[in-house]
């Protein structure tokens, strides 16, 4: 492409955003576009949402000058096509270094109470989003306080000007507080609610998911598995939280109660049944009636976030199934062996149950239901970088 080219290129991007800018009132409220039975995500005052900071925030997303060697985004962790996850058993990091747990799904994150496996206190994405960048147990992004260098590199940008101004304020820059804001602003907006099941129950499609699946939700809600009591609400998670009226679940608005739960993964001898540094949130209380307990993630596109559990050690989700039906893992040899089911610290919902074949294969199917696949392909989550070159490669403006 010629260098006439190309700045025309550049030239009708930057009118784009001008355009997108004069059509866009920082003031409007946050259009939000939920179903009936979703309720409205909370927002801090110091943050509030508008389509131009989480178009920000998708840009920063998708962006490895977010990592100090340039060679991983937040996306590389948190993949759309995988619900936001990475397929890895344990997440790792942009120097190599793996980390102790797997990368939590980013879906529906603006509702989650707690947001990481273990850590209690991390409750808020602006928060949250400074641990990759700057964490060093593990290494992450692995970038260094106070992130002088990033900035620069990303002010540098010449697409970020514009989407910088329309975001926060004319003539404004990148900081690493607005870089946070941003991502967390993207974040809030990756919400699931298209699956089969939800267009079963909110759209009253009978078509949308088999009988199979309808017998594997009453199995999931049925008393013997109990399912529902750590995976519940309209989100197939731990605790919500949310603004405005209850979902009819009998949550209101506000911050649900955090749980975390030991499922008997292991049962290790000595004076911790789990191996470290997985110990769950003993790592914060220090009781050690809380090795082993960690939160239960969202089940929503579970079917293409293997594999399972905090480490990843469950490979399938027919293992998984399995897992629970035991009421623990039982590992039969080697430095890890131990009956899970008889682990002193687990969850009493944890206690086992019989399946069939037939009703493991309806379990299975309703599992699958909450697949929402229009969110794995949404363009609104996908890279803006990659749409951006092919607009370059593909123009034919002089």
């Known amino acids: 492409m010629s260098t006439g080219k190309s700045l025309c290129v550049v030239f009708v991007w930057l009118a784009s955003l001008v355009l997108a800018g004069a059509q866009s009132d ?16 909370p927002v801090p005052a110091a943050n509030p949402m508008s389509d131009a900071k989480a178009e920000l925030g998708r840009y920063l997303f998708y962006d490895t000058r977010l990592s100090e060697n340039g060679t991983q985004a937040c996306a590389t962790c948190h993949e759309q096509a995988r619900a936001f996850t990475d397929g890895r058993p344990r997440a790792v990091g942009s120097t190599g270094e793996v980390h102790p747990r797997g990368s939590v799904s980013l879906v ?38 106070p992130g002088t260098a990033l900035l620069a590199r990303l002010n540098a940008e010449p697409r970020y000007g514009p989407l910088v101004e329309r975001a926060f304020a004319p003539g404004e820059k990148l900081s690493t507080e607005r870089v946070a804001q941003a991502l967390a ?12 099941y939800d267009r079963y129950h909110n759209e009253r499609d009978d078509a949308a998911i088999p009988p199979a699946a309808r017998r594997g939700e009453t199995l999931f809600f049925s ?84 594999p399972y ?35 002193p610290n687990k969850s009493p919902t944890v206690r086992g149950f019989t399946l069939t074949p037939e009703q493991r294969d309806d379990l299975l199917a309703f599992l699958r239901s909450l697949t929402d696949e229009a969110l794995l392909h949404d363009p609104r989550f996908a890279s ?15």
């Not at 993207?186 to 609610?193: C, D, L, N, Y």
């Not at 110990?279 to 209380?285: A, L, M, Q, S």
């Open 384 to 398: 803006p970088w990659k749409a951006a070159a092919s607009f370059q490669e593909n123009s034919q403006w002089h």
């Open 26 to 41: 920082p003031s409007t409220p946050y259009s939000w576009n939920l179903p009936k039975n979703f309720p409205r995500p």
């Open 309 to 343: 559990m905090h480490d990843g050690s469950v490979a399938t989700l027919e293992d998984a199934i399995a897992h629970y039906a035991a009421g623990g893992r039982t590992v039969g040899d080697g430095s890890l062996r131990g009956v899970g089911h008889d682990n």
């Open 185 to 196: 602003s993207f974040e809030r907006t990756i919400i699931s609610a298209r699956s089969p």
């Open 108 to 145: 529906n994150i603006a509702y989650a109470a707690s947001l990481t496996w273990g850590n209690p206190s991390m409750a808020q994405l602006e928060d949250q989003a400074l641990v990759p960048m700057f964490g060093m147990h593990p290494v992450e992004l692995g970038l260094t306080h």
């Open 223 to 306: 008393q013997p598995l109990s399912c529902f009591r750590c995976h519940g609400s309209f989100n197939f998670s731990g605790a919500v939280t949310f603004e405005g009226p209850s979902t009819g679940s009998g949550q209101g608005g506000g911050r649900g109660e955090v749980e975390y739960h030991n499922t008997g993964l292991y049962n290790l001898a000595g004076a911790f049944s789990y191996p470290p540094p997985n110990t769950g949130i003993y790592e914060f209380t220090k009781k050690l009636a809380d090795v082993g307990k960690f939160k239960a993630p969202t089940l929503r596109n579970i079917a293409v976030t293997a």
